[in-house]
């Protein structure tokens, strides 16, 4: 027997698994990147308590938080609200933003626990296949012959062809993962030439930082008019690309970091 997490008393929140569990539509699975998985885990611990920006970083990334931009967690708090709301509707809201302060879940979210069989584990279990993927079966034993010169070499092709396409695979989702950072950025300001997309959380809780940043920077625009602008944790860089177009369009990208040592 194991205890499980409900929200509203029909989505099981699996962090072992990083899963919601829809319970009333088959066990339909929403799946969650670890860091969302982590962060739901502690607003879900520290409910109905607003948990601090700084005590998220931590938790989510522990010795590494210090090296994380702090868009990264706002880009985390968004997907986990576009997966709450993918597992419920009446979860849309979920997550609350308390500016200046951090984040919360509403008090509207009912958090039980509930007692599990082994049956039931295992049904999420397979539910989740598309995470963690299902174990093999056993192969039907055979007896090994020695392989022949010509199979031996037809078994090296296909292996390098089989890594060939694996290193395509991960390259592409990379590029790809690099892209959706910035998929929730929005237009927060036209200066200077360029039009400035940021995270709508960070410009709004930080407005005199933002338009500070181009008075120290002199961020400027010209060819490259479309400028995306993220900082790292303990304000210490400062970095904006430069794109011919949106992201999602541009040919062409270049990255400016600047240090923000000095007031």
Excluded at 195 to 221: G, L, M, W
Aim: one cysteine or more; proline letters at 4%; aromatic letters at 8%.
């Amino acid at each position: 027997m194991s205890q499980k997490i409900l929200l509203n008393g029909n989505v099981h929140f699996d962090q072992n698994n990083n899963v919601l569990v829809v319970l009333n539509e088959n066990n339909r699975v929403v799946k969650l990147n670890q860091p969302v998985s982590r962060c739901l885990g502690i607003l879900i611990e520290q409910y109905p308590a607003v948990v601090k920006q700084a005590d998220l970083f931590h938790y989510i990334w522990g010795n590494e938080a210090s090296q994380i931009p702090a868009n990264a967690l706002y880009q985390n708090i968004s997907l986990l609200r576009r997966s709450l709301a993918n597992a419920s509707p009446a979860l849309s809201d979920a997550v609350i933003t308390v500016p200046r302060a951090g984040f919360r879940l509403s008090a509207e979210v009912q958090i039980t626990t509930d007692t599990a069989s082994n049956e039931e584990v295992s049904a999420a279990n397979i539910s989740s296949e598309n995470v963690h993927g299902l174990a093999e079966e056993p192969a039907p034993t055979t007896i090994n012959k020695p392989k022949s010169a010509p199979g031996i070499a037809l078994y090296i092709i296909c292996a390098l062809a089989a890594s060939i396409v694996l290193i395509l695979t991960y390259l592409h989702t990379s590029q790809e993962n690099s892209r959706s950072l910035f998929d929730t950025y929005t237009l927060a300001t036209e200066r200077n030439g360029c039009k400035i997309y940021a995270y709508p959380d960070f410009v709004q809780n930080n407005q005199s930082e933002f338009n500070d940043y181009f008075r120290k920077f002199s961020i400027t625009c010209k060819v490259l008019t479309h400028a995306y602008l993220s900082v790292n944790t303990p304000r210490t860089r400062v970095s904006v690309i430069y794109c011919n177009d949106i992201l999602a369009r541009a040919k062409t990208c270049v990255t400016h970091i600047y240090w923000n040592d000095s007031k």
